[in-house]
């Protein structure tokens, strides 16, 4: 029965992914690669153990689906308008420079391909994969930091233009009518519906999940969040959108809502299951017999492609103001190719544009290249450090003057990140009229903050020389709000070294970091995870009527032990 054979082709992938994780998580590896070669050994190109490939084709989109609005819940729509102006022209340059520079370098080769056929080629470069990068930079505390966000923003541009993409490609293939008015005008219409269905929902989606909320089932909830979700992303590809742009749109819809993070914590754990077959699907297609006909060429076009991207990645983040840190960690964070690359390449080969062998040397290059984009990450980060100790301080602040002399203060508080924790932070200390000196390193907010009077400086807090211009050995106290979890620790280091009389504070997205960060000298260390699991049991006794200095002696004990 095709029923049976489904469960069995699924018991066999998450028997074998469980252990490959387990496998990989002993050697410190990201558990996508196991999810990848996972798929690679039970595909049809390896042992040939799964038979429903395309049922778990199906699963995966659905996981994808699931992945994007959770990143669309998270991003939030104040991030993403604030943002807007950096998506659009980051995108723009990144995606135009890439296709541009790829046809470019095919185009010089001897016996070159025609030229509309090396543009299509640049198109599949272009366009960098959101499953896996989302995937990293969560699992490395990463998705809310500078590059975090510079990074998903040229993404979701990416996702805009699959559109124009399609719409392009019987065009290159010579198949389209030549009036290119038409592409425009699909992409518009395409576009206006994204706007109006955003705006729609923005006044329809509180007003129904309010509605099912004060039923107080659960069910009801969840099946109310998953209608949204699919049914955003299933309406916006009948207009030719990705399903992953319609899901991100729905998470960005609630994501400023006070259902966001009950939905969030109801979708986790069916993305977490269906995004395994999002990486399995991946490498079942990967066809190994190709890297073993042509491995140097694989190879050298594998490191042509991720360092091309990487170079028009830092490119287009460093000309919009960012540091030449950030600049880098997006380019190699953007390094890979996209799983809809794979969907745009089949479009491509059945139209004509690349032959059988093209068309499967790219899915070659395309999947290797994000085989290694978790250790090219690391190696970027590595790269970062080794420079920061090279590159002045001053070369980071670029052309904006994020590092101009602020004002000096004494007996002060430093803020380091001026996301929600470090902005309420700073507005508790205004309030009772306490000095405080914020360090950022997202340039274009400071810029911004500067202009309204804000006392902030730009800089790494990891480096002496920024810690010293914000006051550390006069400053009280030391917070740290960032997200980027090396840099915290490298940071907090620092600061004890230079003034080990302050008071450090540090925000810990994970239990795991408390005691790495008490080693390097933290005083009081606030874990996201134990803050809020001390809210549930303060709310939980409180419903007792447990007097509030009985609630404080048992949440102190009962965390102590």
């Not at 470019?104 to 025609?114: S, T």
């Not at 980060?381 to 004494?410: C, F, H, N, Q, Y």
């Not at 205004?430 to 405080?436: A, D, E, F, T």
């Not at 211009?469 to 070294?497: C, K, P």
Request: net charge neutral.
């Amino acid at each position: 029965m095709p029923e049976t054979a489904l469960l069995q082709d699924l018991l066999i992938v998450f028997g074998l992914g469980v252990a490959m994780v387990v496998i990989f998580h002993r050697f410190n590896l990201p558990s996508v690669l196991g999810f990848l070669i996972t798929g690679v050994v039970l595909g049809p190109h390896g042992f040939k153990l799964v038979a429903e490939t395309h049922a778990i084709e199906g699963l995966a989109e659905i996981g994808l689906v699931l992945l994007l609005f959770e990143a669309g819940i998270e991003f939030s729509v104040k991030t993403f308008v604030r943002l807007k102006k950096f998506l659009l022209i980051a995108g723009s340059l990144q995606i135009g420079l890439t296709i541009a520079a790829t046809a470019a370098v095919v185009c010089a080769f001897p016996n070159a391909i025609e030229l509309k056929s090396a543009i299509f080629i640049g198109m599949l470069v272009s366009l960098s994969s959101t499953a896996l990068v989302i995937r990293i930079l969560e699992d490395r505390g990463e998705l809310d930091a500078t590059h975090g966000r510079a990074a998903l923003s040229i993404l979701i541009f990416q996702d805009l233009c699959i559109v124009p993409m399609v719409l392009l490609t019987p065009y290159l293939a010579g198949q389209g009518d030549g009036n290119l008015w038409n592409v425009l005008a699909s992409t518009a219409q395409a576009l206006v519906f994204v706007a109006m269905a955003a705006v729609a929902a923005r006044f329809l989606i509180p007003w129904l999940l309010s509605h099912v909320a004060r039923t107080k089932k659960r069910e009801a909830f969840v099946l109310s969040i998953i209608l949204l979700c699919l049914g955003t992303a299933f309406a916006t590809s009948q207009f030719g959108l990705s399903m992953a742009l319609g899901a991100f749109i729905a998470g960005l819809i609630i994501s400023d809502s006070k259902f966001s993070h009950q939905a969030l914590a109801e979708v986790l754990p069916i993305r977490e299951i269906l995004n395994c077959l999002v990486f399995v699907s991946i490498g079942m297609m990967f066809d190994l017999r190709v890297v073993m006909d042509n491995p140097l060429l694989v190879v050298a076009l594998v490191v042509a492609m991720m360092s091309l991207k990487t170079l028009i990645g830092f490119g287009a983040t460093f000309v919009m103001g960012h540091s030449w840190r950030v600049g880098l960690l997006t380019g190699v964070t953007l390094a890979q190719a996209s799983e809809f690359s794979f969907v745009l390449s089949k479009l491509g080969f059945s139209a004509g544009i690349l032959t059988q062998e093209a068309n499967q040397l790219f899915l070659a290059v395309a999947i290797l290249s994000m085989f290694v984009t978790p250790s090219v990450i690391t190696l970027g980060r590595k790269t970062t450090t080794l420079l920061d100790r090279l590159i002045p301080v001053s070369w980071g602040a670029g052309r904006m003057g994020e590092g101009a002399e602020s004002k000096k203060l004494d007996d002060h508080t430093i803020v380091v990140g001026y996301g929600v924790a470090g902005r309420n932070l700073v507005q508790a200390l205004q309030k009772r009229k306490l000095p405080s000196m914020v360090i950022e390193y997202d340039p274009l907010m400071v810029r911004a903050q500067k202009k309204s009077g804000l006392n902030i400086i730009y800089g790494d807090a990891s480096r002496p020389e920024v810690l010293t211009h914000a006051g550390l050995r006069q400053a009280r106290n030391i917070v740290f709000t960032m997200s980027d979890s090396e840099v915290l620790l490298a940071a907090v280091e620092v600061a004890n070294r230079l003034n080990p009389t302050i008071n450090i504070i540090a925000r810990a997205r994970r239990a795991s970091q408390v005691e790495d960060l008490k080693a390097r000298g933290a005083r009081s260390i606030v874990t996201e995870e134990i803050a809020g699991s001390m809210a549930i049991s303060a709310q939980v006794l409180q419903l007792y009527s447990v007097p509030d200095s009985d609630i404080e002696e048992t949440i102190r004990e009962t965390h102590n032990n």
